[in-house]
C-alpha cells in the first residue's frame, strides 16, 4: 500500500509550452501533497504545498504564475509549467501525506510519487 | 527556519562493513521529526527511518539505526553489514512537529559500495 504514481515520468516540451505533471495518491486519501524540484546531483527543494480544495501555499522564490498547482481531489495534485524554458528543465517530485483517516497509518507519513524529469529544448 | 546539514558529500564502504553517515540541524522547535531517506539510482525516494524528537530511544530498522543527540542536535546514521544494494544517495530530512508536514532536506550523502 501507500503508493504514489506521477504521470509522466519523462516529458520533453518545446520552450514556450506549457506541460502538466499528475500526481495521484493510489490507496489513500491526501489533503495535503507536496512539490519538490531536485537538480542533478542536488537535494530536493520544496517548491509548494498542496492543500484539497484551496489555493497552493508557495515557497520563498517560486512563481506562481508559473508553476500552477490545483489540488481538486483527495487523490489527485497537478503541477502545470507554464511558458517553459530551458531553465525550468529539471527532476519533480511529488510527495503526499496520508492523513489516515482511510488506512489507519499514522498522518505525518509522506509517500513519494517516482518523479517527473521535464527537459525543454 | 531549520537547516540541516550533511557535511560528507560522499562516503565509501566496503560490503559488510559498517559506516556512519552524519546530519547535524538547527531548531529552535521542541516538536519534531527526523528522517533518512534513500535515493537510488532510479530517483525513488524510500524512507529509510524515522525518529521523533520526544523518543529518547534510537530508531532502528535492521541493518540501519540512528545515534540521536538532541542535545547536539545531531542524527547519524549506521548502516551495519553494508550491502552492494544500500549504495545510493542519503537524504537526511526535518520535519516540524507544529506547522505544515513538509520536509526539509540536507544536501545529501552519495554511498559507494565496494565488493
Known amino acids: 500500500g501507500a503508493v504514489v504514481s506521477q504521470h509522466p515520468s519523462r516529458v520533453i516540451c518545446k520552450s514556450g509550452t506549457s506541460v502538466k505533471i499528475e500526481c495521484r495518491s493510489l490507496?489513500?486519501?491526501?489533503?495535503?501533497m507536496f512539490w519538490y524540484r531536485q537538480f542533478p546531483k542536488k537535494s530536493l527543494m520544496l517548491m509548494a504545498t498542496s492543500n484539497e480544495g484551496s489555493k497552493a501555499t508557495y515557497e520563498q522564490g517560486v512563481e506562481k504564475d508559473k508553476f500552477l498547482i490545483n489540488h481538486a481531489s483527495l487523490t489527485l495534485s497537478t503541477l502545470t509549467v507554464t511558458s517553459a524554458h530551458p531553465e525550468d528543465s529539471s527532476f519533480y517530485i511529488c510527495?503526499?501525506?496520508?492523513?489516515?483517516?482511510?488506512?489507519?497509518?499514522?498522518?505525518?507519513?509522506?509517500?513519494f510519487g517516482p518523479g517527473t524529469r521535464l527537459t525543454v529544448t | 527556519a531549520q537547516t540541516v546539514t550533511q557535511s560528507q558529500p560522499e562516503m565509501s564502504v566496503q560490503e559488510a562493513e559498517t559506516v556512519t553517515l552524519s546530519c547535524t540541524y538547527d531548531?529552535?522547535?521542541?516538536?519534531?521529526?527526523l528522517f533518512w531517506y534513500k535515493q537510488p539510482p532510479s530517483r525513488q525516494m524510500i524512507l529509510v527511518i524515522r525518529?521523533?524528537?520526544?523518543?529518547?530511544q534510537n530508531a532502528t530498522e535492521n541493518r540501519f539505526s540512528v545515534n540521536f543527540q538532541k542535545a547536539a542536535k545531531s542524527f547519524s546514521l549506521k548502516i551495519s553489514d553494508s550491502q552492494l544494494g544500500d549504495a545510493a544517495m542519503y537524504f537526511c530530512a526535518y520535519r516540524s512537529g507544529n506547522s505544515g508536514y513538509a520536509l526539509n532536506f540536507g544536501k545529501g550523502t552519495s554511498l559507494l559500495v565496494t565488493p
Open positions: 490507496d489513500f486519501q491526501a489533503t495535503t
Open positions: 525518529q521523533e524528537a520526544y523518543k529518547q
Open positions: 531548531t529552535s522547535e521542541s516538536d519534531y521529526y
Open positions: 510527495s503526499a501525506r496520508d492523513h489516515g483517516g482511510t488506512s489507519g497509518r499514522a498522518s505525518y507519513e509522506q509517500y
